[in-house]
C-alpha cells in the first residue's frame, strides 16, 4: 500500500486525488482547510467518486511515502504546516504547481529531501468544495531519474498522460511562455482573440518573447515555432477563454503573478535580459490586485 498525501485539494489538487482514488493500492490522505465529505471529478471519460481520509489538521498526521503539493505558489507557508507532519526520512515530495521555480521554492523547507517537480496541464474547475470539473485528460511531465520514475508509476492506473523526460526544464519554460501571456487576459478582463490587433499583438509578443530569451538563458530550448504558437493561440482565443490568473483577480483573490511573470523580470535582471513588458504588468496588476501587493 503506498500513502500519498494531497495538500491543495482545490480544481487540480482534487481531480488528481480522484483518479489516484481509483488505485486500490494507494492510500490516498487529502489534507484540507476545511472538512470534505467525498471527491466527484466529472471527467472526459466517466465520473469518479471516491472518500479518501481527509484531514483538516496536521497535528495527527503521519509520514507518507509521497507527498504532492498542489498549493498556489505564493501559498508555501499553508504547505509548510503539512510538510511538518507528512515527510519522513523516506518520503519523497512532489511539487505541482505553475512556474519554473518548483525545487527552490521548496529546497529551504525540506533540506535533503527528494523534490520532484512537475509541470501539469490538467485544464479543471471546481465548482464545490470536492466537486471537479476536468476538462481534459492533460498530462503531467517530471523530470526522468528514479523518483521520476516511481511518480509516474502512480499515475499508472489512471487516465491522465504521465511522463518523465529528459529536459524538464524546458518544458516548464515553455509552459511559462504560454502563462506569461495570460498577463493581458488578467489585466482587461477579456479574452485576447475577440478583441485582437496590432498594438494588442505587440505586447503578447513582447511578453512571450522577452519569457523566451530569458529561458534560453536559464538552459532551455526554445524554438521561434512555440512563440508563434502562443501568439497564434492568444489571436484565436474564443469569447469566454480565460486562465486561472484572470480568474483568480475577477475574484479578488491573490494571482500568481511572481511565479507567472515576476520570474521573468527576476531571472531577466539576473541574466542582463531587459523584460520591460513583463515588468509593465507585474506592476499594473499588483496594483490592481490590492491588498494583495507585495
Known sequence: MTKIAIIGPGALGGTIAGWLCQNAAHEVIVCARTPLVDLRVETPVG?????PQVLIDPAPAQPVDWVLVLTKTYDVAAAKVWLDSLVGPGTRVAVLQNGVEHVSRFAALLPGQAIVPAVVDIPASRSAPGRMIQQRLGSIVVPEGDDGADFVGLFGETKIDVSAVADWNSRAWGKLCLNCAGAVAALTQRSTGPVWNDDLEVLVRGLVSECAAVARAEGAVIPD???????EGARNAPE???????????????????????VIVRL????????????LFVTLLAASGSPWVT
Open 225 to 231: 515555432s512555440l512563440i508563434e504558437g502562443v501568439i
Open 268 to 279: 531577466g535582471k539576473k541574466h542582463g535580459i531587459a523584460t520591460p513588458i513583463n515588468a
Open 240 to 262: 469566454g477563454a480565460g486562465n486561472s490568473m484572470s480568474v483568480d483577480r475577477f475574484a479578488g483573490r491573490q494571482m500568481e503573478l511572481d511565479a507567472r511573470n515576476g
Open 47 to 51: 465520473t469518479l467518486n471516491a472518500a
